[in-house]
């Protein structure tokens, strides 16, 4: 099995693989910083748009992997993955392989044995944050597995935005991007449905949209005591007893209802309090709630 070269500077050849939106931005910003790089794409339009940039044009993944030290993937998704790792096979051997394309942990774990038979260094890395904004602190760049990969390439890696280390299990960035999409998305369709109920009253939903934004100065704080609670089982009366905000949903349900906007949440939520207190435990928080959510067996 070939060593991984694990020695960097700015000499460090890197390959980004995939030149879709987020990928270009990528390559563009090692090519700014003066890193050494080759680029490829399966479709090879995308490439020609690094001629004279000082970035080398690869013909195919291997070929831009075997001229590198570090490979970077920023795919699509798993199976694109699955196609491009099939491609590379003993070219990634001694590299370190840093895989961009967004996707759960399991994925991660594979990608990880998968390096690791090919005798190559992983590193798991999701990213938040827009195209046009890497390469400054706006993007967020998690990673996660080869600790030893990590120490010697973070300068290159931080030259993309704002980085952090989750640890040496390759499924980490992939956990903590997955529940952030998840929070973000679930918090952004209750969001949608209550514009929904404001313009229907008639008002005017981007001065609801600032008020909001106005409000939501208070929740790391909120956030912070939840899971302060959940980690610890001791839950107070955050957001009132729930003796006291169980009052209020029925007037919640049905002003949604009457105004023809989705209450599935609010029913939940009022359900939820409904089986708590049933419990005798009404003089608890919000957080308390979480006590009902058990997973499914898997
Ligand atoms: N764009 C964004 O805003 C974000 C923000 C946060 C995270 N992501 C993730 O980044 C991954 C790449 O996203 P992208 O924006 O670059 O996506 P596209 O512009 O659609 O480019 C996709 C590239 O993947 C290539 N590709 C697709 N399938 C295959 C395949 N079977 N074999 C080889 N390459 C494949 C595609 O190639 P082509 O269609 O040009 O030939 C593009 O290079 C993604 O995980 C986001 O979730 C983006």
Redesign the pocket.
Known sequence: MTKTTLSADASTKIAVL???????AIAKTFVGGGFPTTVW???AS?SAVFLDTGAKIAPTAAEAAADSDVVVL????S??VN??LRSLDSAISGKVLVN????APAQARTYHKWAKEHGAAYLDGK?????PYVGTPQVNFSFSGSAAAFAVHETALQSLGTIGYHGDEAGAAAVEFMAQVAVGYEMLIGFLHTLRLVEAEGFDVEYFAERVGASMAGYPGLLKMMARAVSTGEYRPDLGSLDVQVALMDDMISHRESMGVEAMRMREVKSLMDQRIAQGLGDQGFSSLFELLIPKTR
Not at 100 to 103: A, D, F, M, V, Y
Not at 127 to 131: A, E, N, S, V, Y
């Open positions: 995939g030149l879709g939106e987020m990928g270009a794409n399966r479709t995308k920023c795919l699509l998704d199976l694109a196609e491009v961009l394309t967004s996707g990213i938040m944050g827009d195209p």
